[in-house]
């Protein structure tokens, strides 16, 4: 086997060394994954192990393995150097942030007294230091050759992002390639290659990309301007940048979004999988809709999640004659079966685009009404705002109605917010579990206290009856304590009510089927 040689001992030494310890580190892995013990569902790291009082010792942190595919994850976690060295690059905002922990719990390790508590980073701070990395991590994808370019990436997009050109906000879009990519047309080449690092002269070239197109940069130059292609490309050396308005950009693969940048802070859209809520909550608003409708209602939300804008649809169980209701501040149309293709010619005008639940269109750029509401959020925009008030003045007037809001940072919020459905078993079993605990001869205290925080957790789906069941358990294992031990911290239990909202309509009627919420168990 290759081995690589460096011609100063002491950087010879500390390869040795950095691969001996990367070699435990490997080794760990291998041995948790191998075990019959390990935890399915659940994805491990390890850091590189640190020497602590003559041992060496490894962080290991799990995560559950469908948070990490919850959202768009590059398939590679390192890039190819040379043919006997290759570079660890993070494949998510979440890897990301994953490498930081395990960087700080090695750190920490290397302090006096490892393992006493003491105040860590925010978790601000850290999940900045993992945009960076994530960043830079991906612009080393694109260019290997230009490492101070690439560890300022996330610098540049975001100063960038931070001016203004002539009182402008910023938008448009940067194409993060490799400098011969050929996956799309040059329309303009700049004869004089400019710095990315020339973040005023960028911001000015970036209106050309403001109405289509985008400006080409491998992370160190901007090359020129391109033709306006969705770029789709799988391969892992391809990404886009978005500039969404003042300080606020995305970093997207193959259209899917790897990390938003508002305000100097990274996030990750808030993935609602709006597809098994539709198909739960189609039905509950809707009586009797089929499922011819049903999934034409799901892919034309899919589509309206590929708008590069946002988009609002309101789906009335009188389509109609709200059509005519608000017929003055619409655009009505024909009635018309709504396909994907045509979809995306309505939703480039503003207002909502109203619909039956078969799908049928009636109007576009509905401007909507509704009295003002507390269930709004000033945080916030117009179109989401709207939609709250619009769709519970409907509910008011018995009208069955659901909005789906599609926002320009990515997510789909659905209005109203309907609480799952689940079993009525789990809870059946928990109260029933508490009441035998409460007359036992010996009280289970930990279990006890487990039913208890399980209960408090569904309290939403308890009825009436249950509340009084599990309050009068409560009440007696709390009297019992009492006499065993008069002067022993009390731990204030709150009372069970029933909640307004709840009724039996929150429970599947088969006890066969599924459940969004987990199948809720107490064990």
Same mark, same amino acid.
């Given at each position: ?17 950095f ?6 580190r ?5 041995? #948790?994954?191998?075990h ?10 390890v ?11 490894? @962080? ?5 393995a ?22 660890p $690059? ?9 490498d ?16 006493? %508590?003491?105040? %860590?980073?925010?978790?601000e ?34 100063? #960038? ?17 490799p ?21 005023r ?38 990404? !886009? ?15 899917? $979004? ?5 305000? %100097? ?14 198909r739960?909550?189609?039905?509950r608003l809707?009586?009797? #809709? ?26 009335s169980?009188?389509? @109609? ?9 619409a ?21 909502a685009v ?8 009636h ?5 909507l ?11 916030? %925009? ?14 008011e ?18 209005i ?14 928990? #109260?029933a579990?508490? !009441? ?19 209960l408090?957790?569904w ?10 069941r ?15 031990d008069?002067?022993?911290m009390?731990?204030?239990?709150e ?11 929150f ?17």
């Open positions: 086997e290759a081995q690589m040689y460096q011609s100063h001992p002491l950087a010879q030494q500390r390869q040795d060394a691969l001996h310890r990367r070699s435990i490997d080794a760990i892995l291998r041995i #948790i994954e191998r019959p013990a390990k935890p399915v569902n659940r994805s491990f790291f850091s590189i192990p640190t020497l602590v009082e003559g041992y060496l010792v490894s @962080a290991v942190l799990s995560v559950k469908d948070i990490l595919n919850s959202y768009h994850r590059l398939a590679s976690g390192e890039v190819s150097i040379h043919e006997y060295r290759t570079m $690059v993070a494949r998510s905002l979440i890897d990301a942030v994953i930081e922990l395990l960087y700080q719990a090695s750190d920490g390790l290397l302090r006096p007294d490892p393992g006493l %508590g003491r105040e %860590g980073p925010e978790a701070e850290t999940i900045r230091s993992a945009g960076r990395r994530l960043a830079r991590n991906t612009a080393f994808r694109t260019n290997q050759h230009a490492l101070d370019a690439d560890y300022f990436f996330y610098d540049a997009c975001d100063k #960038i992002s931070l001016l203004r050109y002539e009182q402008a906000e910023g938008h448009g879009r940067l194409l993060l390639a400098k011969d990519y050929d996956g799309v047309r040059t329309e303009i080449a700049f004869k004089d290659k400019v710095r990315l690092k020339n973040h002269r960028v911001r000015k070239l970036l209106e050309l990309a403001s109405a289509g197109g985008a400006l080409h940069t491998d992370s160190e130059y901007v090359f020129g301007l391109l033709s306006d292609d969705d770029v789709m490309e799988t391969h892992e050396d391809v990404f !886009e940048i978005i500039f969404r308005g003042h300080h606020h950009w995305e970093l997207r693969h193959a259209g899917q $979004v790897l990390m938003g940048v508002r305000f %100097g802070q990274p996030y990750l859209p808030n993935p609602i999988r709006y597809e098994s809520k539709l739960q909550d189609l039905p809707f009586p009797g #809709i089929d499922d011819t409708s049903t999934e034409l209602l799901l892919s034309l939300v899919e589509e309206s999640e590929r708008e590069r804008h946002g988009t609002l649809l309101i789906i169980g009188e389509a @109609a004659s709200e059509t005519l209701r608000l017929k003055d501040q655009t009505t149309i024909e009635p018309r079966l709504l396909s994907r293709e045509l979809l995306a010619h309505l939703t480039g005008i503003d207002g109203l619909l039956d639940a078969t799908g049928q269109c109007a576009i750029g509905v401007i009404d509704g009295q003002a509401t507390p269930q709004g959020d000033p945080a916030r %925009g117009a179109r989401y705002n709207s939609a709250v008030r619009y769709v519970q003045s409907a509910m007037r018995d009208i069955a109605t659901l909005g789906v809001v599609v926002s320009e940072d990515g997510g789909v919020d659905l109203p917010d309907l609480r799952p459905m689940l079993k009525r078993s789990p809870l059946a079993s928990a #109260i579990e508490l !009441e035998e605990i409460s007359k036992a001869d010996e009280i289970r205290r930990r279990r006890y206290s487990q039913l208890y925080d399980f408090r957790q309290r939403f789906y308890l009825l009436s009856e249950d509340c009084q599990i309050n009068a358990a409560i009440e007696e294992v709390e009297r019992r304590f009492d006499e065993e008069p002067m022993r009390k731990i204030i239990r009372p069970f009510n029933p909640d307004p909202v709840m009724d039996p309509s429970y599947y009627e088969s006890e066969d089927s599924p459940t969004e919420t987990g199948n809720p168990s107490p064990v």
